[in-house]
């Protein structure tokens, strides 16, 4: 089954999808954050819609790896999640969090590289940050 990879931030999430034989990630789309609610069942819609079994959050550690008020964040959202999918009798799909500091700053990189205007890179960047969080998951847990 594939693995679905989330860059939770305050006003958007960025969302990444595996492949079936779990290799690549693929940035599918960002969430517009309107109330946890509503986020956590976007996110289910798309576990079901891609036939996950494993949603990799990013948790965003401090650089000398320590929590963030952010890492809080994302720890509460998971948690919501979690509880949704129990509701949702989708217990059996994991949730599991990759290290994602730097993950902004490297897909800033890459969509410099792709020479994306400030605008464009603005628009796609969580997104892309979603596939680094997942890529290095699956680089890291090789099927």
């Known amino acids: 089954m594939k693995k679905i990879g989330l860059d939770v931030g305050d006003k958007t999430i960025g969302v990444a999808?595996?492949?079936a034989l779990n290799i690549?990630?693929?940035g599918?789309?960002?969430i517009e954050r309107i109330g946890i609610k509503k986020d956590t069942a976007a996110v289910i819609d798309l576990i079901k819609e891609h036939l996950c079994?494993?949603?990799v959050m990013g948790l965003?550690?401090?650089l000398d790896g320590t929590d963030s008020p952010q890492t809080e964040k994302v720890r509460q959202f998971a948690t919501?999640?979690?509880n949704k999918l129990r509701a949702e009798r989708m217990g059996d799909v994991k949730i599991v969090y990759q290290d994602e500091r730097l993950t902004t700053v490297m897909a800033e990189r890459v969509l410099i590289d792709a020479d994306l205007s400030?605008?464009?890179r603005k628009k796609?960047?969580?997104k892309q940050a979603a596939v680094i969080i997942l890529q290095s998951y699956l680089d890291s847990n090789p099927a």
């Open 17 to 19: 999808v595996s492949d």
């Open 24 to 26: 690549t990630a693929q």
């Open 28 to 30: 599918i789309m960002t």
């Open 53 to 55: 079994d494993t949603v």
């Open 60 to 62: 965003p550690l401090k």
């Open 80 to 82: 919501k999640l979690e």
């Open 118 to 120: 400030r605008a464009k």
């Open 124 to 126: 796609v960047i969580d």
